[in-house]
């Protein structure tokens, strides 16, 4: 009996020095949180003013004041630069930056509907 307390004794001292020690993993450094790009977001409306670096969008919305924006145009926009004018009517998929520009990711012409005036 006495050689089962001795031994228990051991086995609970080596068990309280062992947790004590630091594990002996080598230290990874951590990862740095990756940054997600912001998403692209969607500004609808009438083309106001165009030129090759930059386009300006208006609309009007029910109850809310004219909102007019304007978008950098890049080599990599996406877009037909024909068919573009001003008073067209168009979506423009942009990504606002940090530094407080807009860039044209694409810019897409809405079809013109045709309205027949009511009899």
Avoid: W
Avoid at 17 to 24: D, K, M, T, V, Y
Avoid at 70 to 95: G, N
Wanted: a positive charge; hydrophobic letters at 40%; charged letters at 15%.
């Amino acid at each position: 009996m006495i050689k089962f307390r001795a031994a228990l004794v051991g086995f609970v001292v080596c068990a309280l020095l062992a947790a004590g020690q630091e594990p002996s993993v080598p230290a990874v450094p951590p990862t740095p949180p990756t940054t997600v790009p912001p998403r692209a977001q969607f500004f609808a409306g009438s083309v106001v003013d165009l030129n090759a670096t930059q386009i300006k969008v208006s609309r009007t919305l029910v109850g809310h004041p004219t909102e007019s924006r304007s978008f950098t145009i890049t080599p990599a926009t996406k877009m037909s630069k024909s068919a573009i004018k001003p008073h067209t009517r168009v979506t423009v998929r942009y990504r606002h930056l940090s530094e407080g520009g807009d860039i044209a990711l694409e810019i897409q012409l809405q079809p013109v509907i045709a309205r027949t005036p009511k009899a």
